[in-house]
């Protein structure tokens, strides 16, 4: 009997474009003061690094593109993590999640990766804690408990007083949240949010792929109807 639906953070509740945006722009305008070009343009270089080239040494690249000294870099990378976003909840979101709760009458969780102190600030800026009856951050266990490791999810149904096999979870990461869902025994949902960062990911690791897909939040309410009827075919 399904008695939880947990939820990914990024890209799952809010589109994280906006947080590397929010990011990328500070980042731009310290720069900017330091004479190293401007903002806007410094912004949208990191972006277009981060779209085209991968997460990985957006500000050494930056660096060697605007020619500032690599000794900049550990200040610039505290100040995009410790930033305060400028993001909010997908538009779908927030109904979404007061319905599934009030009338669905199931318990809602939230598990996310990520720094301690950034995953804050962004729980902080969207408002999300009221809509939730839990909230794991894995950095809260050190950084070898982040997904796929099954004890942030055990640790989330644990709060919420059920079993894993209660629980389902929605997430957009199959590699991190799909994995680490299954092998904890919950029901998995993938989200494949159109212009996520992981939304065209694939793998073939038999134990990433999820039990449903989806594209939007607003999914999720008709697929919890025919699961809940023992209906679980997606058609």
């Known amino acids: 009997m399904l008695k939880a639906v947990i939820f990914d953070l990024d890209d799952t ?3 994280e474009r906006q947080f590397f945006q929010s990011g990328f722009a500070v980042v731009g305008e310290h720069l900017e003061q330091r004479g190293v070009g401007s903002w806007k343009k410094t912004a949208e270089m990191l972006s277009v690094f981060h779209h085209t ?3 990985q040494q957006v500000f050494q690249k930056l660096a060697k593109q605007l020619g500032f000294p690599e000794e900049w870099i550990p200040p610039i990378v505290d100040l995009f993590r410790l930033h305060t976003p400028v993001i909010q909840l997908a538009p779908e ?14 318990q809602l969780g939230c598990i996310t990766d990520g720094w301690l102190e950034v995953q804050r600030r962004k729980i902080n ?10 909230m794991v951050i894995a950095d809260e266990f050190g950084r070898e408990f982040w997904k796929p490791h099954a004890r942030p999810f055990q640790t989330c149904c644990a709060r919420l007083g ?28 993938r989200i494949r949010r159109p212009g996520a960062f992981f939304e065209m990911a694939e793998s073939e690791i038999a134990d990433a792929q999820p039990d449903f897909e989806i594209r939007l939040l607003n999914d999720l309410e008709p697929l919890l109807a025919r699961f809940r009827a023992g209906t679980q075919a997606l058609t």
């Not at 979101?93 to 199931?106: F, M, P, Q, Y």
Request: proline share 5%; charged share 30%; aromatic share 4%.
């Open 125 to 134: 800026a969207l408002g999300i804690q009221p809509l939730l009856d839990q």
């Open 162 to 189: 059920v079993e894993p096999a209660e629980a389902m979870f929605i997430g957009d990461n199959p590699e991190r949240d799909m994995i680490g869902a299954r092998r904890a025994g919950l029901t998995t949902v």
């Open 93 to 106: 979101v927030r109904d979404v999640l007061v319905r599934i709760r009030n009338i669905n009458r199931l």
């Open 13 to 15: 509740l809010y589109e």
């Open 53 to 55: 080239e991968g997460r």
